[in-house]
Each structure stands twice: as structure tokens, then as C-alpha cells.
């Protein structure tokens, strides 16, 4: 999606090894959202980072589950020890425009996601 | 009792009908209601806000009632590109700016 770039957009891995996905978000937005899609399911809220205030990590579903932001920048989600039913797709977020981030307005604008497959 | 309902359908439509979708939500101190549209193994994008006297945008028109905690989609004069899914989001007051996703409507439109 424009504005949000994100890294693989295919992986496929073993039950227990560990992933890393990443997203790229065009500069000067502080929101930054990760949800997951699991097939035929809705959006799963996972963390949210505002600037440099602490993560909300209340959606992260087990402590295999972790991410960082480093200011506006880039965002990594590393799942440890990944189960088959981490497979999903894997979405991040940001607030607004090119124009700059619109909070709360609940427009987010989505990367094209990494569909994960843990076999 | 999930946050956000939606019936998960399919609907499945002729071109040029008239279709209605709903969604419930629990939290009734919720500030902000969305329709989003996500095509098939694609992201989600906006559709349109939701404001409380109803908001139109071409074929698509969308309501809010907060007495019975419902919002609605009505999309006339379907047309074959409007097959997709409809997410229903809704953002929480508080100034929580999470918004919660609904499960989806699945819309088919046939010839």
C-alpha cells in the first residue's frame, strides 16, 4: 500500500525457527500499528507504537511475539519458536497521509502485508 | 461477546441490486465508526467514515445508530467490481487510537 512497505511478503518457515518481519513506513508518521489476518478471519491487533511514548503491547498473543520501532523509522515483529497457527498475514499500519498522520480519525493506511506459512 | 459484529455472509447479489450490511459493537462509549474494503489477498483501504446523521458518497450510503449500537452499509446499483469483503472498524473513545476490526462481510455481485 502507498506509504507502507513491507518485508518479505512471502515466507515460508519450520515449526520453531524464528522469523523476522519487517515494515518501512514513509517518514514523519509516529503512529505505527501490526495486525494479523489469519485465513478467512478479521483483523487481530497486535502492538501499537506512538512516537516515543511505551508500545502498546496488549494485543501480542504470547511472549514468542515481540516488536520494535526505532523513532519514525522502521518497525521489525519477531516471532520466536514460530507454531503452525502463526500462520497468517501479517499487517502494518500508519495513520494518515503523505500529508502527515490524522489521529484519530481511524484511517490507516496498510502495507500489502507478509503472508507467513509455518509448516 | 465480540467487540465488533459482523454476519460474515456471503452475500451474493445480482448487478444492480440494492444490498445492506450491518454491524453491532459492544463499547458504547465508542467515538469513531469506518466501513473498510479489502479485496481478495489484498489490504484493507477506507471505504468511509460513518457520521451520526448518515453520510453518503455515490452508490454507497452509511448510518450509525448509537441508541441500538448498530452501523450500516447500503450500496445501491451493485456493480460486478464491488465484490469484496466490507470490514467494519470501529475506534474506541478514551484516546485509545486502536481501532477494532469486525470480521467482514463477504459481498459477491453475478451477472
Known amino acids: 500500500g502507498a506509504g507502507v512497505s513491507q518485508s518479505p511478503s512471502n515466507k515460508v518457515t519450520e515449526k520453531g525457527k524464528d522469523v523476522e518481519l519487517r515494515c518501512d513506513p514513509i517518514s514523519g508518521h509516529t503512529a505505527l500499528y501490526w495486525y494479523r489476518q489469519r485465513l478467512g478471519q478479521g483483523l487481530e491487533f497486535l502492538i501499537y507504537f506512538q512516537g516515543n511514548s511505551a508500545p502498546d503491547k496488549s494485543g501480542l498473543p504470547s511472549d514468542r511475539f515481540s516488536a520494535e520501532r526505532t523513532g519514525e523509522s522502521v518497525s521489525t515483529l519477531t516471532i520466536q519458536r514460530t507454531q503452525q497457527e502463526d500462520s497468517a498475514v501479517y499487517l502494518c499500519?500508519?495513520?494518515?497521509?503523505?500529508?502527515?498522520?490524522?489521529?484519530?480519525?481511524?484511517?490507516?493506511?496498510f502495507g500489502e502485508g507478509s503472508r507467513l506459512t509455518v509448516l | 461477546r465480540k467487540e465488533v459484529e459482523q454476519d460474515p455472509g456471503p452475500f451474493n447479489v445480482p448487478e444492480g441490486a440494492t444490498v445492506a450490511f450491518n454491524c453491532t459493537y459492544s463499547n458504547s462509549a465508542s467515538q469513531s465508526f469506518f466501513w473498510y474494503r479489502q479485496d481478495c489477498r489484498k489490504e484493507p483501504k477506507l471505504l468511509m467514515s460513518?457520521?451520526?446523521s448518515g453520510n453518503e458518497d455515490g452508490r454507497f450510503t452509511a448510518q450509525l445508530n448509537r441508541a441500538s449500537q448498530y452501523i450500516s452499509l447500503l450500496i445501491r446499483d451493485s456493480k460486478l467490481s464491488d465484490s469484496a469483503t466490507y470490514l467494519c472498524?470501529?475506534?474506541?473513545?478514551?484516546?485509545?487510537?486502536?481501532?477494532?476490526f469486525g470480521r467482514g462481510t463477504s459481498l459477491i455481485v453475478h451477472p
Open positions: 472498524v470501529v475506534l474506541p473513545s478514551g484516546g485509545s487510537y486502536i481501532p477494532t
Open positions: 499500519a500508519i495513520y494518515g497521509t503523505s500529508g502527515g498522520p490524522r489521529y484519530g480519525t481511524g484511517e490507516l493506511f
Open positions: 460513518v457520521y451520526s
